[in-house]
Each structure stands twice: as C-alpha cells, then as structure tokens.
C-alpha cells in the first residue's frame, strides 16, 4: 500500500503465513504429557508381542528357517571358493545341507537371488556357526538403528527431543523392522544407506548422495525407482556418483562369479521371484501395487494382463512423483518429496515384502516432523498426512494380515494413499505460496 509520505509498505493479510510455507529447522515437536504416556504404553505391548513372537520361533531360527539363511549359503560358498557356482541351485543346495534341518520340507534350498557383491558383506559372519552368525547380524541390525537415531536427529533437528535410545524403542514397535529381525534380512542396512544419502542431499552434496544409494543397489528393484527419481530431480552430479559406485559393484560382482554368472543372474533372478513354487513370494504377501492390484486372483490366469497394468501403474506413478521437481527446491519440500520417493520405490518395486517396509521410518519421521512442528495450525491437513500411515503403525493388524487373512497386500492401499496425501501437500503449498506471492504484488501496486 502506498502512504501520504510516497513510502510502498509491503504488508500482506493475516490468511498467509509465511512460517507455514518455510517452518523453522528447529521448531519443537512436542507431545501433551498424557499422549506421551500413552504412546510408550503402546509401544512397550507391541514389542512385548514381537519379543513373545521371536521366543515362540526359535526352534526354527537354530535350524535355519529365516532368509538369513541365503546370505549365510552365499557367503559361505564365496568362503570356499565356489563363486562361479552361486546361483546354482544344486550348489546351493548342497551348502545349506551343512547348516539347516529342514530342506525336505522346503523342498529344496532357500534360493539366494541377491547380487553377488552382496554375499561379500557376509563372509565374516561365516566363521560363526550358523545360530551364532544370526543373533551377530541382528546385533549388527540393532547397532544400526542407534546409529540412524542419531543420523535422523541430525538431519531432522527437531526430532531432538526423542533420545536415540527411544528412537530404536519405537523402531523395533514397527512391524517391517521387527520382520526384519525375525528373518535376519538387510532392510536396516537399505535404511542407514538411504539416510546416508538423503542427508548428503540436504547439504547439497548430490556427487555423495549418489554414492550412497549405489552402495543400496543390493536391492536393486527399490534403489532403482529411486535413483531415477532423484536423477530427474537432482541431475548429472547425483547420477555421477551414483554411475561411479554401481560401476564398482558390477566390477567386484564379476570378480566373484566371472563374467558368465553376471551374464545369468537377471534370468534366474527372475524365474525365482515371478514363480512361487521356486521360491517367489505370492503377490497377495506384497504391499505394492504388484500386490494390490494382482493379489486377488491366480496370477498365472490373468496372462500378460497383470504385468501390463502393473507397469503402467508403476510407469504413471513415477512420473507422478518425479514430476515434483519443482516443487522441491527448499530444505522442507525437499523432506517432503523424498518421504513420496521412497513410499512410491517401495510400491514399484516388483518384489517388495513386508520388511522392506522398515525404509518406512525415513518418511515417517519426516512426516512427524513436518506435521507437529510449533507453528503447525491447519488440524486438516496435518491429519490428511497422518491418517494414511496409522494402520501401517498397528503392528496386530500386521499379524492379522500376515498369519490370518494372508493379504499383506491390503496395505499397499494405505501406500498409494499416504503418496496421494504427501503430493498434495507439496501442491498445496505452492499453491499457497502463489497467493502470497500475488498478495503482496497487489498491495505494493495499491
């Protein structure tokens, strides 16, 4: 508006508040005192569950049950110099025979479809019987999310106010980190590599960021989606460090299994994860749209119908999520189109399974962060973030799903929803920032 002295004096209305478009880095997230105690009352039952759930299933740890057992097969066959044999399923077999009790009942080996690199990591732990080499992983496993608790706080200051200690109570009250640890998988260490590289974005440092989420390519059908997304977003320096590492491994795969193995591998990864009967998982145990859209029926009836809406889906999903690229060009939106990143890589990805949801805490904690910062007014849309996400944090509806029903595919729903929720908030909040931007246009011409 314009004074009686000829002075414009840029004033904007009350509607727009700028605090909400760029939140403070160190506004407080807290909770009432008796939300706080319901909330560790909560968590103390679910990992009274899990712990009871682990307890009750040991008999079939010691002999060799959960997937740990293929990277323990792996590493042991690179141990003893059969690497040109690792995805042979004789020789898998032969070398699970040494260790587990059961393979009549599974009717063969437990198949190890990793990429060779990987097996790498475990060699070490084969020197440890095999019970011993399990407990030692998931003690790795546990180390690990201490060490994302204290990454996260960095990263997401605000999230201070929770120790590091109750950050890794409230992981393990999680369902897919708990999976995790009863099968002994590499989802946590997936974790801490993305936060790695999502935090080196935060500083700008794209060359870094793709360094890291190279080194996750041991699961490659969720860090593929993702790099793709982060390369339209982020560009050449994030796809150079990323191209560098994944050169590397390829390097150090030949290494291991010689130029044939590397040659094989993506035919026999595929027959294993697309055929249940040697060892794929049934799309109704998938929590991505593979699941959701295919996990009603007999896939084999639905012939090359399923795989081609799937991939459209997929296809129009991604350009969805990576058309947000301007939209993320400042620390929070930055947080907040990663969160739809790695929500949509883990609905993409062909083979997603419950544990790999444990990636869920990256958009989890952003989420919370975001939605009770201090100066956080609008109840709608802080509970449109957050209603989407809660069937996830049940961790009884997990078993239900999981040993009842059998349709761990019901929470892809809650996924596309949560993803449906997050880029709506990002539209939102350019949309609200265009009418500041207009307001202030006007009143400095009044």
Not at 134 to 158: A, C, E, I, K, Q
Not at 168 to 184: D, T
Request: proline share 5%; with cysteine.
């Amino acid at each position: 508006m314009l004074r009686k002295d000829g002075v414009i004096a840029l004033t904007t209305t009350p509607r727009y508040n700028l605090a909400t478009l760029n939140p403070d880095e160190h506004s407080a997230t807290t909770l009432p005192q008796h939300s706080k105690a319901l909330l560790w009352t909560f968590v103390a039952a679910i990992i009274a569950i899990h712990v009871f759930f682990l307890w009750s299933v040991r008999s079939g740890i010691k002999r060799g049950d959960p997937d740990f057992t293929v990277f323990y097969t792996a590493a042991s066959m690179l141990r003893h110099g059969l690497g040109h044999q690792l995805y042979d399923p004789r020789a898998q077999q032969l070398a699970q025979a040494e260790f587990t009790q059961n393979l009549d009942i599974r009717r063969g080996a437990l198949p190890y479809i990793h990429p060779p690199f990987e097996a790498l990591m475990f060699l070490p732990l084969t020197y440890f019987p095999y019970a011993q080499a399990f407990l030692l992983w998931n003690v790795l496993n546990l180390g690990m999310l201490f060490g994302m608790g204290d990454l996260l706080t960095r990263w997401l200051p605000s999230l201070q106010r929770f120790s590091v200690v109750e950050f890794v109570l409230l992981s393990l009250a999680f369902f897919p980190v708990f999976a995790n640890f009863h099968q002994g998988q590499d989802a946590i260490l997936l974790l801490l590599v993305v936060s790695l590289s999502f935090r080196a974005l935060g500083r700008d440092a794209d060359s870094l960021a793709g360094c890291w989420l190279a080194f996750g390519l041991f699961k490659y059908h969720l860090i593929l989606p993702l790099a793709l997304i982060l390369v339209v977003w982020r560009g050449r320096k994030f796809f150079s460090g990323f191209a560098a590492i994944s050169l590397a491994e390829l390097a150090i795969s030949c290494a291991l299994v010689g130029w044939r193995g590397v040659v094989q591998y993506p035919s026999y990864a595929w027959r294993v994860v697309s055929q249940p009967a040697f060892g794929g998982i049934p799309p109704r145990q998938m929590p991505n749209l593979l699941g959701l859209l295919g996990g009603w029926f007999s896939v084999g009836a639905s012939g090359w119908l399923l795989p081609g809406v799937v991939g459209g889906c997929s296809l129009a999903l991604m350009i969805a999520v990576a058309g947000l690229r301007n939209l993320v060009f400042d620390k929070e939106r930055l947080r907040l189109g990663l969160a739809c990143a790695v929500i949509t890589a883990l609905l993409v990805g062909y083979s997603t399974n419950s544990y790999d949801l444990s990636l869920l805490i990256v958009p989890l904690a952003i989420i919370f962060k975001y939605s009770f910062r201090a100066d956080s007014r609008q109840l709608f849309e802080k509970m449109a973030l957050l209603l989407p996400v809660t069937p996830l944090l049940i961790s009884p509806l997990w078993f239900f799903l999981w040993m009842g029903f059998q349709r761990i595919n019901v929470m892809g729903f809650f996924l596309v929803w949560w993803v449906y929720a997050i880029r709506s908030e990002l539209l939102r909040l350019k949309k609200s920032e265009s009418k500041l931007h207009s307001g202030v246009r006007l009143e400095a011409h009044a």
